[in-house]
């Protein structure tokens, strides 16, 4: 039996345990494919789990959603020696980038969010004032908003200039599925996805788990394979050779 035909009422009373022990992601039902190159890098709050074997000096590595915490970005730097074209729109990150990375040759930053169209759009506050990031789809339902401007990631790239992708991470608070529609729709040659299902944690209904195996699954026809989950809502996938 698939785990899609076990009633849902059976499958919400087994722990996220149970379902890495048998190799399943719980959200989305979707069977981890692991592999022997998986290395985590960076903190444990910025950090990701990619595999290393495919990154090198020649790679193009995209970080989408700085926050405070680049470490995952400038381990890329440090450990493969390549590029990183990083981009966040979010005032607080824009500073604390300048702080941290200004003077990285290699980091390249830009005060742009990504959507699946060029735009200036409302930019939702966190209901915490403590915290960096922002949403464009009002994750935490808040009132107070700032405009940015936001491109298609096709887009991005043929400003910059580049063809491909090797690596491309997206913590972007709830419009990532809107990202990855453009990415299946054009076509994108992306051999690395890290995406952060921010509903994981705080979603806007209860239909968040559809939207997440909709977004996964939409990945999966194209020939990703989820390679790792890391429990807080992030994703590996790695485009089939």
């Known amino acids: 039996m698939k785990l899609q035909q076990i009633p849902a009422k059976v499958l919400n009373k087994l722990s996220t345990h149970t379902f890495r022990l048998f190799g399943y992601d719980k959200i989305s039902l979707v069977k981890i494919k692991s592999r022997n190159d998986l290395k985590s890098i960076g903190t444990k709050y910025g950090g990701w789990v990619v595999p290393v074997s495919l990154l090198d000096a020649g790679s193009i590595c995209y970080c989408v959603g700085c926050g405070e915490d680049i470490s995952f970005d400038i381990g890329l730097i440090d450990k493969f020696g390549c590029d990183v074209f990083a981009f966040d729109p979010t005032p607080r990150a824009i500073k604390?980038?300048?702080?941290v990375?200004?003077?990285?040759?290699?980091y390249h930053f830009f005060e742009i969010g990504l959507w699946d169209k060029e735009d200036t759009l409302k930019f939702y506050a966190p209901s915490n004032s403590e915290y960096v990031s922002h949403s464009l789809v009002n994750l935490h339902k808040t009132t107070d908003y700032i405009e940015v401007k936001v491109k298609r990631l096709l887009d991005i790239m043929k400003d910059i200039g580049h063809q491909k992708i090797d690596l491309l991470k997206i913590d972007i608070e709830g419009a990532e599925y809107k990202v990855i529609e453009?990415?299946?729709e054009d076509c994108i040659d992306i051999r690395i996805i890290c995406v952060e299902y921010d509903e994981c944690c705080n979603p806007l209904n209860d239909e968040?788990?559809?939207r997440i195996q909709i977004s996964i699954q939409s990945l999966l026809a194209i020939g990703y394979q989820l390679v790792c989950t890391q429990g807080n809502?992030?994703?590996?996938?790695?485009?089939?050779a």
């Open 233 to 240: 809502g992030n994703y590996t996938f790695v485009k089939s």
């Open 182 to 184: 453009s990415i299946v």
């Open 101 to 106: 990375a200004a003077n990285n040759s290699q």
């Open 96 to 99: 604390y980038v300048d702080n």
């Open 208 to 210: 968040y788990k559809k």
